[in-house]
Nanobody, 127 residues
Framework: QVQLVESGGGLVQAGGSLRLACAASGRTFSSYAMGWFRQAPGKEREFVAGISRSGGNTYYADSVKGRFTISRDNAKNTVYLQLNSLRPEDTAVYYC????????????????????WGQGTQVTVSS
């Protein structure tokens, strides 16, 4: 059974940092591209960052570029999202997701491209 479990969310002041983790189980982690999305109250779920199967390629939404960093450890079946210089508008539930790919270098950035989703972790940034 495929399972993605996020952790690391919390309450932080503006300008602070958090590190989210997403642990995967139930299949071969390295066969999947990974991504992070977020959903704020009353808004659509939006793409935040994506990483290729190998971890060598990454892609970010313009709103987080230069502040967030996605990485993965295939030996630990875990993908991370480092959140720096947080702003109140970053407040949302953050979800990780996976999508199977043949390519080891491609990145998925569309919600429909992802197959499995975690339950989400809340990030709240106070001003």
């Amino acid at each position: 059974q495929v399972q993605l479990v996020e952790s690391g969310g919390g309450l932080v002041q503006a300008g602070g940092s958090l590190r989210l983790a997403c642990a995967a189980s139930g299949r071969t982690f390295s066969s999947y591209a990974m991504g992070w999305f977020r959903q704020a109250p009353g808004k659509e779920r939006e793409f935040v960052a994506g990483i290729s199967r190998s971890g060598g390629n990454t892609y970010y939404a313009d709103s987080v570029k230069g502040r967030f960093t996605i990485s993965r450890d295939n030996a630990k079946n875990t993908v991370y999202l480092q959140l720096n210089s947080l702003r109140p508008e970053d407040t949302a539930v953050y979800y990780c997701a996976d999508g199977i790919l043949i390519s080891t270098t491609a990145i998925l950035s569309m919600r429909w491209e992802y197959d499995n989703w975690g339950q989400g972790t809340q990030v709240t940034v106070s001003s």
